[in-house]
Every structure is written in C-alpha cells, then in structure tokens.
C-alpha cells in the first residue's frame, strides 16, 4: 500500500515571518537552490496566493497542485502540469491514486502560503525549516509545535540554517 510521505517546505524569520505583501521579504539565493533542489520531481502544493506570485509558473519538474475555493471542481487543468482542487482532501485523494499507479515514492512537499501550511499541519511527517537568524516586517506568518517534532538535523548554511524537523512518533 502507498505510504505517502507530506512535508513542509519553509523559510521563516526569528520572528515567524514568512511573507509580507505576498513576497518573501528576503532573496537568499543559496536557499532558493535549496528549496529547488529538494523538491525537484516531486508534487508539490501550494495555496492560490503562493501560485499567483510565482515569477515563474508552473514550477518545472514538478506536478503542481492549486488550492483555491474558487474552482468550481476538483482535478481542474490549470496548465499541464498543474491541477487545481477546492477540496484539498480531494488534492490528497489524486496524488495517492497517482502513486499507486505509477508506484511513485517520492515525498510530497506543501510550499505554503501560511493558510496551507496551517491546513497541512496535522498530517504532515516533516518540516524542512530555513531559519533566517533575523526579524522581518511581514504579515504572513508560519509557527509550530515543537513538542510535536524532533529535530533531527540542523545544517549550517552561509547567514542561516536549514532545520530539519520530524514529527515524534507518538505524535503520528
Ligand atoms: N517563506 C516561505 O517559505 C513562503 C512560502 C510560500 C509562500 N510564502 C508567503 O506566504 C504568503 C501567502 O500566504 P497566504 O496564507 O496569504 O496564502 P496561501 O496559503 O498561499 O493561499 C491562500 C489561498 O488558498 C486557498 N485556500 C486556503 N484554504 C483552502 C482550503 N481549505 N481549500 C481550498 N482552498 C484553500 C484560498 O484561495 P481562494 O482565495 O482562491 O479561494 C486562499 O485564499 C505570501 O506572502 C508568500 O510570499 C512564503
């Protein structure tokens, strides 16, 4: 049986920013790689806000998922790589029919905004975190439990680190 495996993907302030006017209120290049890098292949799932400030979309090498109340179905074709759902259990639905058809493995990333991060929360098994060691003025905001998560890996990365956060297994 498909085991799917959710995680967030996030770059976050010391103050829990993580976007302002709908930008990321930082460019920091190496963690741009970063994010490419880790979620290069994979699906990935985003909010309608996060897709439409997207410089460039959809994101290449990967199926990108939309969610907005707005469409009025689910599995709608945004483009060919991108599929939009107004139910996100519907979101999650399609993604394990598609695993268990082509026998995927690959983990799922959510790459926000705030709303989504909050919707995927309770499911998600890991938390890949870029803390920026500084404040930001901003009004999106990303926080968690961390009683709920183990952190199992910090690497140290130029002016910043990449936490990584899995959640404990009583938690699952
Ligand atoms: N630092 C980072 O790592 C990072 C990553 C991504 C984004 N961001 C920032 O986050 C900010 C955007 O966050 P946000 O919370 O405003 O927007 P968002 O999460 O990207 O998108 C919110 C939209 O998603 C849809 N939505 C929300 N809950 C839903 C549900 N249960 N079912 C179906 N659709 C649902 C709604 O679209 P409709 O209104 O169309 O119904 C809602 O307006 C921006 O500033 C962006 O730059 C930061």
């Known amino acids: 049986m498909t085991n799917l495996n ?4 996030v770059a976050r302030s010391k103050n829990n920013i993580i976007g302002n006017q709908r ?3 930082w460019h920091i290049k190496e963690d741009l790689q970063h994010f490419k890098k880790t979620t290069i292949d994979c699906p990935v799932i985003m909010g309608r806000k996060t897709w439409d400030s997207l410089c460039k ?8 998922i939309v969610l907005s109340k707005s469409y009025t179905n689910n599995g709608i074709m945004l483009d060919n790589k991108t599929f939009g759902f107004n139910d996100y ?14 026998i995927y493995n690959l983990p799922i990333y959510v790459i926000g905004g705030e709303q989504i991060y909050n919707l995927y929360l309770p499911i998600v098994d890991n938390i890949i975190l870029s803390a ?4 930001f003025e901003g009004d999106s905001y ?6 709920k998560f183990d952190l199992y890996s910090n690497v140290k990365k130029e002016g910043y680190n990449i936490e990584y ?3 404990k297994i009583l938690e699952k």
């Not at 920026?132 to 404040?135: A, G, H, S, V």
């Not at 990303?142 to 009683?147: N, W």
């Open 6 to 9: 959710y995680n967030i993907i």
């Open 89 to 102: 259990l519907k979101a999650n639905l399609f993604i394990k029919d598609l695993y268990e058809f082509f």
């Open 57 to 64: 979309k959809p994101l290449p090498n990967r199926l990108n």
């Open 142 to 147: 990303f926080k968690f439990d961390k009683d």
């Open 132 to 135: 920026i060691p500084e404040d």
């Open 165 to 167: 956060w899995s959640r």
């Open 23 to 25: 930008k990321i209120p």
